[in-house]
């Protein structure tokens, strides 16, 4: 039976997943100069650790390690390897373009690269996938021999500080996942509680706080951090996933009875997050390597590709479905 999706996180997940596009094009082309787009513009930077503490809300204890394993492969490394497979094919044909094929940049450096990121190139955000299936894994494993969730958060939380100080000597796959499984278990246990009046305004009081006083904001998978203070970072995050959800639930209660919104565009989007994910650095990085304009001018081309790539790859999955 296929699961009824909930519309309101759609419509999160929508407009969360247009800003990650949105921040990877500004900062690709510098067009903040060196500050950092999530700085420069820190009110949805909560939108990695957002999926990670999504998949824990709607994660199912019910299914058994081996069985949860095999779905995550199909779900998550099945598609990371296509992905990966297709950006590094780019990645070659970018490289012959440019007379600089060989062994180093066709085979060792991606290797390399691997090893360190936890991606292939051309497609960095694929990296999320790999991560997202250790999280689940450990999580799932965890969950099922009753360990304590906010035992494991504070641990969690605990390793990616330490590693941040000891200036992250361990590949970056390692604190991304640790922090992963801390908003994911954030997920799921306190995401069932997040509706209730008390808690969104208490959130959504600390979060306007932080964006008034100064927000704490680390980069998710490199462990960096950018702004503030790195142990305030998972609070400012959990206060703005919390906000956040509960505003979306009220737009989406909000335009559901409306006749022009009642394709809702936006949730239409987010029910795709994985595919523009994964697949929108195939627009914005060749873009990047060869665009001889200015910054804005190259965000503006690379918003156009996402439009005209993504627009009618969207409706023939949306056809697909309805058939």
């Known amino acids: 039976m296929k699961t009824q999706r909930v519309k309101s996180v759609d419509v999160a997940g929508g407009i969360l997943i247009l800003w990650v596009m949105a921040f ?9 100069g060196e500050v950092d787009a999530r ?18 809300l709607f994660f199912k204890t019910e299914i058994s390690n081996r069985n949860g394993f095999v779905k995550d492969m199909k779900k998550l490394v099945i598609p990371f390897l296509k992905w990966s497979l297709i950006g590094y094919a780019m990645w070659l044909a970018i490289k012959a373009v440019d007379g600089v094929l060989s062994v180093e940049t066709a085979l060792i450096y991606p290797l390399e690269t691997f090893g360190i990121y936890g991606y292939i190139p051309v497609d960095v955000p694929a990296w999320f996938m790999l991560s997202l299936f250790f999280v689940r894994v450990i999580s799932r494993y965890l969950i099922h021999r009753s360990v304590d969730p906010i035992i494991i958060i504070a641990v969690c939380v605990s390793g990616g500080f330490i590693l ?3 200036d992250n000597p ?10 992963g499984i801390a908003f994911f278990m954030a997920g799921y246990r306190f995401g069932r509680h997040e509706k209730k009046r008390w808690l969104f305004g208490i959130c959504l009081v600390g979060y306007l706080a932080f964006q008034l006083l100064g927000c704490s904001i680390v980069g998710h998978h490199r462990n960096i951090l950018l702004t503030g203070y790195y142990l305030l970072w998972p609070l400012f995050a959990y206060t703005g996933i919390v906000a956040f959800n509960n505003i979306c639930r009220l737009i989406d209660a909000a335009i559901s009875g409306s006749v022009h919104w009642k394709h809702r565009p936006i949730a239409f989007v987010g029910e795709h997050t994985i595919t523009l994910l994964v697949a929108h650095a195939l627009v914005y990085y060749p873009v990047i390597h060869y ?11 690379i918003f156009a590709g996402y439009i005209l790539v993504f627009t009618p790859v969207l ?9």
């Open 170 to 179: 361990l590949p970056f796959y390692v604190p991304n996942i640790l922090m």
């Open 291 to 301: 665009s001889p304009l200015t910054p804005w001018q190259t965000v503006g081309i």
């Open 24 to 32: 990877h094009a500004i900062n690709q082309s510098k067009a903040f």
């Open 39 to 56: 700085v420069a513009l820190p009110f949805l930077t909560f939108s990695m650790p957002w999926f990670f503490y999504k998949s824990g």
């Open 315 to 323: 409706l023939i999955k949306r056809k697909k479905q309805q058939a």
């Open 164 to 166: 941040h100080l000891l």
